[in-house]
């Protein structure tokens, strides 16, 4: 029986170090990958910032995949004579408040995306990294995250970098762009990675409220709700811009 159980542990922790993994190589192929191909949309003559908005969460239907092998394999290893385990685990209150999230989300989206069609990927990636800044105040707002040396030597630093970098906001504006349009795209960048700041720890309050065991199941239908919620919005941006004229 301890045999059987040790083998069942040492399963479940290699099935979590690959989903690490993998989420840490998405994770950063997305990062990098993504403001390039975003940047070079609009170097190419792309105007739709609705469009890239969209496109940036639009494939939440991948993750359709994970939930499906996720639900059978917890009813494949259900006990036998128990109900099964239900398809949705998300109750009303907490798909609320990853619908109310992900609107936010979709609102980011497009500030990034406006920024980026302004501004070469070098400023945007380093204006973004000012949401470290961002997301340490308002965890320390909203879910009581205690600051370091190490948080509080990365928020002064991020922050006197964006400092400079407002200082010259026409050294490395794109040519044909006026300083109007440019200081616009470096507002919006700010205004993008604080947003996100803001974002990141109110997904972690809704993981410290929610009265459901936190599962990766459950995890992974939040961000699903949240995405699509986003996407949702982009879209309604879309429809209401006239992008599909």
Wanted: charged share 15%.
């Amino acid at each position: 029986m301890a045999e059987g159980r040790s083998e069942e542990d040492k399963d479940d922790r290699t099935m979590k170090r690959l989903l690490l993994t993998t989420n840490c190589l998405l994770l950063t192929i997305g990062t990098s990958g993504g403001p390039l191909v975003m940047r070079l949309y609009f170097l190419h003559g792309g105007h739709r910032v609705w469009l890239s908005s969209f496109l940036e969460t639009a494939g939440f239907p991948l993750m359709l995949l994970p939930l499906a092998v996720s639900y059978f394999r917890r009813r494949r290893t259900a006990a036998a004579g128990t109900s099964k385990p239900k398809l949705i685990s998300m109750k009303p209150p907490l798909l609320a408040a990853s619908a109310f999230v992900g609107i936010f989300t979709g609102l980011d989206d497009y500030l990034y995306a406006y920024g980026v069609a302004r501004l070469p990927v070098s400023t945007s990636a380093l204006i973004i990294a000012t949401q470290l800044g961002f997301t340490a105040f308002f965890a320390f707002l909203l879910v009581r995250q205690k600051f370091t040396a190490y948080s509080i030597n990365a928020v002064v630093m991020l922050t006197v970098g964006a400092g400079v970098l407002a200082l010259h906001t026409s050294g490395d504006r794109p040519p044909g762009e006026s300083v109007k349009e440019y200081v616009m795209g470096f507002v919006m960048t700010v205004i993008a990675a604080a947003l996100y700041g803001f974002v990141l720890p109110l997904i972690e309050l809704v993981y410290q409220k929610i009265k459901q065991p936190l599962t990766y199941s459950l995890v992974m239908e939040i961000q699903f709700v949240m995405c699509f919620s986003a996407t949702l919005f982009c879209l309604l941006g879309m429809i209401i811009n006239n992008d599909f004229k």
